[in-house]
C-alpha cells in the first residue's frame, strides 16, 4: 500500500492529553502511518501508544530514550515511508480533514516543497490564528523571499516544525539539532528552506496549539531553557544578518538573551563569544525605538560589558534580599 503521509510525533509523559491528539490524526481520512516515538516517558505515555499500535495498523511505537522532542522527531525520521512528512506535537491536535485536503493540494502542484496550513492557538475559549497568515492562497518562492516571510518584521510563515507537511526527499540528509530542547525549532527552519524552491501557504484545515502549561516552552524557566533561548537568538540573529532580515530587532534580541543567560546561568566562555560578536555590530544598531535598559547600555559601552554589569547587579540584589 503505498502511504501519502507519515505523522511522527514526539510523546514525553503526555498520558493527560495523548489520546485527544493520536485520535485527531487517525481521524484524518488518508492512507498513513503514525510514529509515536516515546522519548523516555515516566508516566503512561508508552503504554497509551503501545495499545493504539494494537489495534491499528497505521501505528508504529518506537521506545527510545529520553534525548529530547529533536531526538524523537530525528528517530521517526529514520523510519518514515510516505510520500510526505508532518510533525505533530502531543499536546496539540488536527481539525478534522486537515490532511486530505492539504494533500490533494500538494498532489495538484507537485513543485511546491512544504505546504504551511494554519495555526490556531487555543487557550481555554480563546481562539487566535498565528502570525500575519494570509486570508488567501499565497506562495512563496526564492530563499530570500523565504527567508523574509519567516523572519521578517511581517513574518507570514510560522516558525515552528508543526503544521507544515514536506516532501520527503527535504529530509533526507538533514537532521534536527539535537543540543537544543528549548527554541529548537525555528533555528531548523532557514538550513531546510535552503534546500526547497516554492512553498505553498494553504487556508484550509487547522494544527490546533493547544495551551498547555506543563509544556517545554511554558514550564518552569531554568538555566537550561534560558541557555537555550540565548542559543537560538544569537543563530537567529545571524541568519538574519545573512540575508539582512529584520537585523535590528534580532540583534536586540539576541543581546538581551544572552545577558539574562549571563546573569542567569554564569559566565560562560560560549556566551562571552556571542556578546563579543554581536558587539561588532553594535554601533550599526542605533534606534530612537525603547528598548532594554541593558540592551541600550550594551550599544554605549558593549554587550559583554552590559552583561558584567547585570551580574553584578543581580548578585548585589540577591546578598540584600537575604
Known amino acids: 500500500m503505498n502511504i501519502e503521509l507519515s505523522v511522527i ?7 493527560k492529553f495523548l489520546h485527544r491528539c493520536i485520535d485527531s490524526i487517525l481521524n484524518q481520512n488518508i492512507s498513513m502511518e503514525l510514529l509515536l516515538v516515546n522519548d523516555g516517558s515516566s508516566d503512561k505515555s508508552g503504554s497509551i501508544c503501545d495499545e493504539y499500535a494494537e489495534k491499528d495498523k497505521r501505528v508504529k511505537v518506537i521506545h527510545k530514550v529520553n534525548g529530547g522532542p529533536n531526538s524523537a522527531r530525528n528517530m521517526g525520521l529514520d523510519h518514515v515511508r510516505g510520500k510526505y512528512i508532518t510533525f505533530v506535537d502531543a499536546d496539540d491536535e488536527i481539525a478534522p480533514n486537515t490532511f486530505i485536503q492539504n ?3 500538494l498532489n495538484s502542484l507537485p513543485d511546491v516543497d512544504i505546504l504551511q496550513y494554519p ?3 487555543i487557550r481555554g475559549n480563546e481562539r487566535k490564528i498565528w502570525y500575519n497568515y494570509p486570508t488567501h492562497e499565497h506562495v512563496v518562492e526564492g530563499l530570500d523571499n523565504l527567508m523574509n516571510a519567516l523572519l521578517g518584521e511581517n513574518a507570514i510563515i510560522p516558525g515552528g516544525l508543526c503544521g507544515k507537511i514536506y516532501k520527503k526527499e527535504i529530509w533526507e540528509n538533514i537532521r534536527l539539532r539535537t543540543d537544543l530542547r528549548f527554541c529548537e525549532d525555528m533555528i531548523m527552519l ?3 528552506f535552503k534546500k526547497i524552491q516554492k512553498f505553498f501557504i494553504s487556508t484550509v484545515g487547522e494544527y490546533r496549539y493547544i495551551w498547555n502549561d506543563e509544556s517545554a516552552c511554558h514550564s ?6 534560558c541557555l537555550d533561548v540565548a542559543r537560538s537568538a544569537y543563530e537567529l540573529y ?3 544578518l545573512e540575508y539582512r532580515v529584520n537585523v535590528l530587532a534580532s540583534w536586540n534580541n539576541a543581546v538581551k538573551a544572552c545577558i539574562n543567560a549571563w546573569s542567569f546561568c554564569g559566565k560562560s566562555e560560549e556566551l562571552k563569544s ?3 560578536d554581536l558587539e561588532q555590530n553594535k ?3 542605533r534606534s530612537k525605538s525603547q528598548v532594554q535598559r541593558m540592551v541600550k547600555l550594551s550599544r554605549i559601552l558593549s554587550p559583554l560589558s552590559a552583561a558584567r554589569i547585570k551580574w553584578l547587579l543581580v548578585r548585589v540584589l540577591f546578598l540584600n534580599k537575604y
Do not use: S
Open 103 to 105: 494533500i490533494e493540494i
Open 283 to 285: 554601533d550599526c544598531m
Open 9 to 15: 510525533v514526539p510523546v514525553y509523559n503526555a498520558e
Open 220 to 225: 518552569e524557566y531554568t538555566p537550561a531553557k
Open 274 to 276: 556571542y556578546l563579543k
Open 119 to 121: 495555526e490556531i492557538g
Open 238 to 240: 545571524k541568519v538574519r
Open 190 to 192: 532557514p538550513i531546510v
